[in-house]
């Protein structure tokens, strides 16, 4: 990296953009000569795509293709269309995206919605809209969720974004502080960014090794409103940082990460969860989630704020309310560090210890991407057409590890691990 | 439309914007309740991208998509992309579109790229990217071309397509006065621009029909530099203004239109043309061009500039220096009236009669569609990989039509319609 020798603070934000759009492409999507590449990117981080795009092209792309959406348009359809069309997606769109992926592209998504985007809108559309483009991105997803090709998601500030992260600063200070929360999460801050990430990548594969040499069968929380026990899936595989996808290339999916995860058992789940944090669901904030399941199933649910959403969001099918992923974060993660309630996935799921409502990953069992669907329910692992994660630990949660002999080790206690 | 009532120059340029895009939909495209829209526009284009997208849904649209293309990111790729990978496009993209089309998408695209963007780019890469593009855009094109489907293409002004307009001005006038010849040719400024569409549509089938009923064998062109005469093809149909495409809407799939056109025979041209207008191709500016015709076949090119690229042009397959289409427009025609040169085929081609080298469209032959490749040479139907179009109409050109007797009869005199 050209920039490297240069010190930290004396970075422009120019530098700095090009520096995360480098380890991006470098370290993330582990970009291969000659590869295509797919991104998806929203009208407001043209900047951050273009660099992204001038170091692909200098790793080697054979081409680059932006996706870009606009959040205008997006608002025009809920606010001008006939209501019977919210059933339709671009099923056309999404099957060229899976006809790329096969056909050997890399695929960098830009992510930087605004959190509320929607939240004014009628819940019902944006419910079937959503639903409408679960299901025609099936086919493309599971591409991606089986790590058959390599991936990566990066952020770029939005003034939306930052307006909801930074309410009460001036739109420029607040997208301001928003790059530098981005920048120091994604490691852009460190003398050598790439290195930085390649030890943060092996101390991820460490713990995660730790965690599956003792092949728990449950993990039990404690915290506030939180008393809960989860079983993990039959052959349940612990992962975290980055990975080899079936084309050979090796990616980091998520920039940031500070995750180790892996799939619960969909039938395993009792006891009452309370969310740490409010949920951000494509464009509605649902706040104050308790919810108490039984045998894997949720038998109640409340939010303070935004009920309806969240009860529509467990109706969409029979996996929508069971969990398919369990992932541990440390309090003392960077970006919980940072104290900032993003409103975004990639982010709050790393400052947090979380569960996620619906789909499993089945690179997330021993051999999971060799099994069907039968044999993977069997072993425990959830099927929904959503994916939803919710974050549950906080600096008062304790978490222990349940052996198969029902023996409880302490894993981690008061959100740090022990 | 609400804005019609108030006198056309007190119009905002919002307000304009925004009639422009009413037109596009409701008359270019024909957009019918209920059809998606897929629409093609730069990152240059979006305000007028936005007023089409809100237009659609309050035409009944069920989705529109819009795919943006970035004219940095297509630098990016000629300055940096391995040599090798030009041959490369994104098929999956165009297969994408088509597929769309085919589940009864309706196309828009919006023009205004920079006719010099390329201009320094390397003409081996620019053939090679432009050929695979050809390719696989071929069958969702074949869509557009054979009018299955209701299709428009609408201009938007920007600043580097301004700059080469209008050179001698500073950049916000020059895209100012784009605006005002793009509104002002798209019949924007009309009282009511609806209306005046729907009238001037009349006007142009009308013209079409005059010469169907005629059945000229032939063209004979005399003016300064010119005295030419061109064979039409047998069975060869005038066509102008808007279609009923194969999906049973009513499309104008130019805006500005102002041509009939036909297709000539591609064997029967002889004699001296010489153009009006200086030849933007590819980047490059052809100037002053003579050519002589001897059956059909160019037998002498010259150009007072650019005289090796024209050669080259011609050189390109035999149907290159044979005649694919021949068009008559009024030298009074709105968009000669302003004296301008466009650099943009959507609008030069509208400012004069003109004839273009390469290839026909089998849609201006009787039952065109349904004829084989031999069956449309038989009737003197070009084939060829270019269709170049080049202006020969003047206020100094006289047309007659000569009949299958041998009868002229004078078609223009001094440029406009007798
Ligand atoms: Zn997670
Ligand atoms: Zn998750
Ligand atoms: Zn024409
Ligand atoms: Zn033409």
Redesign the interface.
């Known amino acids: 990296m050209t920039t490297a020798a240069v010190a930290t603070e004396q970075l422009t934000h120019e530098q700095k953009l090009d520096r995360l759009a480098e380890v991006a492409v470098r370290v993330g999507l582990g970009l291969e000569?000659?590869q295509?590449l797919v991104m998806t990117a929203s009208?407001d981080t043209?900047p951050l795509?273009?660099r992204i795009?001038?170091h692909a092209?200098?790793a080697?792309?054979?081409?680059?293709?932006?996706?870009?959406s606009?959040d205008?348009?997006a608002l025009?359809?809920y606010?001008?269309?006939?209501y019977?069309?919210f059933d339709?997606?671009?099923?056309?769109?999404y099957?060229?995206?899976g006809?790329?992926f096969k056909?050997g592209?890399a695929r960098l998504a830009i992510a930087g919605a605004n959190p509320s985007l929607l939240s004014n809108e009628d819940p019902e559309k944006v419910g079937r809209a959503n639903r409408a483009v679960s299901k025609v991105y099936r086919p493309a997803l599971e591409l991606i969720t089986r790590h058959e090709i390599n991936w990566t998601i990066v952020a770029s500030a939005t003034p939306a974004w930052a307006a909801s992260v930074f309410p009460d600063d001036a739109p420029d200070v607040a997208l301001s502080k928003l790059w530098d929360a981005i920048f120091a999460s994604s490691r852009v801050d460190a003398d050598d960014p790439v290195a930085a990430w390649k030890t943060h990548d092996a101390g991820l594969h460490k713990r995660a090794e730790f965690l599956n040499k003792k092949r728990y069968a449950a993990l039990q929380y404690r915290g506030p409103g939180t008393d809960f026990r989860l079983g993990l899936a039959d052959d349940h595989l612990w992962l975290g940082g980055g990975t080899t996808a079936g084309n050979g290339a090796y990616c980091i999916p998520n920039m940031p990460t500070e995750e180790v995860f892996t799939t619960p058992h969909k039938d395993r789940a009792d006891g009452t969860v309370t969310a740490t944090k409010p949920l951000s669901h494509q464009g509605t904030m649902i706040e104050g989630i308790q919810v108490r399941f039984e045998g894997g199933r949720i038998v109640e649910a409340r939010a303070t704020k935004g009920q309806e959403v969240l009860q529509k969001l467990i109706d969409t099918d029979d996996g929508a309310r069971r969990l398919g992923e369990v992932a541990l974060v440390p309090h003392s993660s960077p970006i919980a560090a940072s104290g900032l309630l993003f409103f975004n996935t990639l982010f709050d799921e790393n400052a947090a210890c979380h569960i996620a409502l619906g789909q499993a990953y089945s690179s997330c069992l021993i051999d999971g991407d060799k099994l069907t669907p039968v044999q993977l329910a069997a072993k425990g692992a959830n099927d929904s057409l959503i994916h939803v994660d919710w974050m549950i630990g906080s600096d008062k949660l304790d978490i222990d590890g349940i052996t198969s002999a029902g023996t409880a080790e302490p894993l981690m206690r008061n959100g740090e691990w022990v």
Chains 1, 2 share one sequence.
């Open positions: 000569r000659g295509e009208l043209v795509a273009r795009t001038e092209y200098r080697g792309a054979s081409l680059v293709t932006t996706l870009f606009d205008e348009a025009m359809r606010r001008l269309a006939p019977e069309s339709r997606a671009p099923g056309w769109l099957d060229g995206m006809a790329a056909s592209a």
